[in-house]
């Protein structure tokens, strides 16, 4: 019997760390099986198999306090029982016991970020990103919810974020700039404004074209997406291997015009090329700009290259080769061109010689999405078939 999240109206339980372990799409259970599922929809696994592993995501309570996101707690079960209701309708009450925990979340995350606001305070990652903040749980909703209020006040949200700048000691700085590093390890002294899908201008700019492609429209909306578009025309970079964009900009580098370094990071899915690149062709896409879409194209397929490609030395769908190709599959299947589906066969038999070295022993680590091996298989799921994932797992990504 599938567990509800805590009646307390605000969410909040009382886990233990293997419970909390169990609620994670990004480094925990739920990613494993997410797994499982997309295998049992495709013939490749049994379903008797995929419906043990959701049982011990949900069999327990589940968290619906207000750090819960699409990556942990009661949004990322609602994510995991949404891929199996179609085909199991048992499932199907379950998951709409976890919706009406996540529309009562988003409510109060919506009134959370009004207050702070109004006080013109600056956000953070926990507020908006992919992960844990409202861009997450809207990319669920737009699957779910498509014509719910609470997706609406997200879009309304994200409008805001992006069309209204804050000034600070005179300094004009985008609404999605935050006051805290992006790793405690690189300090961004006076904040930064970050690019990447995870955390930045990117997921944004993705979240807001793909609902406008659904039909998901509010007011601003496509104002916010010429800001975002903008931004990147901004702040592009073209070196000799080709187009590239900071993974974020300090107050220093906000001032100079220009980021100190001279060269792009490795291509990845989370802060590089390719992630921002397809976020560009889902806004073309959204505003029929066939320059912009071609552009977009452009750009990636140079970011696939055997040289760049090279520079990677991870699997994982994060920062690796399975959130590279994963994203090329997506953005081929949208491509005016035949240039980025010419690249899958080679970004193919990347993953999977990555996968053959994949020698995680930490269990834990192993069933995670972002950098474990259940998102690596998830990808070698799609490369195998070479169809889209039957579940939909990728939209997670805010790639599709």
Same mark, same amino acid.
Request: proline share 2%; hydrophobic share 55%.
């Given at each position: 019997m599938m567990a509800d999240a805590s009646s307390n109206p605000d969410g909040e339980v009382s886990l233990t760390l293997e419970e909390v372990a169990g609620q994670s799409l990004a480094r925990g259970a739920v990613a494993g099986a997410l797994l499982h599922v997309e295998r049992a929809w495709t013939g490749a696994g049994s379903w008797s198999t995929a419906q043990d592993h959701i049982r011990r995501v949900a069999a327990g309570p589940v968290d619906a306090a207000d750090h819960a996101g699409l990556y942990y707690g009661a949004p990322a079960v609602a994510?995991?029982?949404? =891929?199996? &209701?179609?085909?199991?309708?048992?499932?199907?009450?379950a998951s709409q016991t976890m919706d009406e925990h996540v529309l009562h979340l988003t409510r109060r995350r919506l009134a959370t970020a009004k207050i702070r606001i109004d006080r013109e305070d600056p956000a953070t990652f926990a507020e908006y990103d992919l992960f844990y903040g409202l861009t997450g749980i809207g990319a669920l909703l737009l699957r779910h919810h498509p014509g719910s209020d609470e997706l609406a006040g997200i879009l309304r949200y994200v409008v805001t974020l992006v069309t209204r700048p804050r000034s600070e000691n005179g300094v004009e700085l985008p609404g999605w700039w935050v006051a805290h590093d992006p790793d405690e390890i690189l300090p961004t002294p006076g904040g930064h404004a970050n690019f990447g899908m995870a955390h930045g201008a990117a997921?944004?700019?993705?979240?807001?074209?793909?609902?406008?492609?659904?039909?998901?429209?509010?007011?601003?909306?496509?104002? =916010?997406? &010429?800001?975002?578009t903008t931004w990147f025309d901004r702040w592009r970079q073209d070196g000799a291997a080709g187009p590239w964009w900071p993974q974020w900009i300090t107050r220093e580098e906000l001032s100079a015009g220009h980021p100190a370094h001279t060269h792009g990071g490795r291509t990845s899915w989370c802060y590089g090329t390719v992630g921002i690149a397809r976020a560009q062709q889902l806004a073309a896409l959204a505003s029929g700009d066939s320059r912009r879409q071609q552009d977009a194209e452009d750009v990636l397929a140079a970011s696939l290259t055997d040289a760049q490609l090279d520079r990677i030395s991870e699997p994982g769908l994060c920062h690796g080769i399975a959130g590279v190709f994963q994203t090329a599959y997506r953005a081929a299947r949208d491509a005016r061109g035949p240039a980025l589906a010419a690249r899958l066969p080679a970004l193919a038999g990347r993953l999977t010689r990555h996968t053959r070295g994949d020698d995680d022993g930490d269990q834990a680590h192993a069933a995670g999405l972002l950098n474990g091996r259940a998102g690596l298989d998830l990808a070698l799921e799609t490369a195998r078939r070479s169809t889209p994932p039957r579940t939909g797992w990728d939209a997670c990504l805010l790639i599709t």
């Open positions: 994510f995991l029982l949404h =891929a199996a &209701a179609d085909r199991h309708p048992h499932f199907r009450s997921g944004l700019l993705a979240f807001l074209a793909l609902a406008t492609t659904d039909g998901c429209l509010v007011d601003g909306q496509r104002e =916010a997406i &010429a800001v975002l």
